[in-house]
């Protein structure tokens, strides 16, 4: 009877590990930034049926980058979590940390089991505040940790030459148009020094969360002319509210999405 090959746990983990960050590297990065009046999130996507971003409640969205199966039954489970825990308590019991603390839960039981392999998955979670100091921003890695991220964050992709490039460009207090073509802009770069690609509204989608909508759901789209008009550098389209921008029910949202 031959001698089962030993692997050390620490091996195991490390193997475990780079076999996800590998995965997530395939996916198209996301971007997701603060601005004057909350937070953008910007992703390189040309599908308008399948989300890299989407809403989880009144003022947390979600974006993902990775295996499109996976992160979707997480979006969906974190859905659940929120309507639930709004339901059964109140709807201010429903926080960004909350619901990062639970996916961190979930990754890191997966991440641990020998009998399934580790998700191919990065998260981001977060939560716009009454005021610029209130914001929340959470990443979630394969393994299951969570880092508070501070105004920038980039997942998938070429993430570190692309966060290094928004982190070391990125002030606070930028109006929505000064955000979005900085985000564009670093996700446009090319790595290697070469000439930084031209993204079009066709092949982005963006939305925010928006602490100054009277609506008490902050998260919208930003699509069409008004999306187009912001690539251009049109500040006065901060303000619009396409018809087609207005995004539907919490939970209705659950169908799918990238």
Known sequence: MSTPFYVSPQQAMADR????????????????????????????????????VSEIYDKIAFAAVGRYNEFENL?????????????SYDRADVTARGLANVYAQTLGTIFSSTGEKPYEVE??????????????IYRLTPDGSVVDEQNTVVVGGNADSIGTYLSQRHQVGLGLAE???LAV??????????T???LTAEQLEVAVLDRNRPQQRKFKRILGAQLSRLLSGDASAEGAEDAESAEGGTAAEATSED
């Open 17 to 52: 590990a780079e076999y996800a960050r590998k995965g997530i590297a395939r996916g198209r990065s996301v971007v997701v930034l603060t601005y004057a009046d909350g937070i953008v999130f910007v992703a390189e996507n040309t599908s308008r049926a399948l989300h890299k």
């Open 75 to 87: 979006r969906i489970g974190g859905v659940r979590y929120a309507d639930l825990r709004g339901y």
């Open 123 to 136: 998260l981001i979670v977060a939560e716009v505040g009454r005021g610029a100091e209130d914001d929340q």
């Open 179 to 181: 955000a979005l073509k």
């Open 185 to 194: 802009e670093s996700l446009a770069r090319d790595p290697n020094g070469g």
């Open 196 to 198: 930084p690609r031209t």
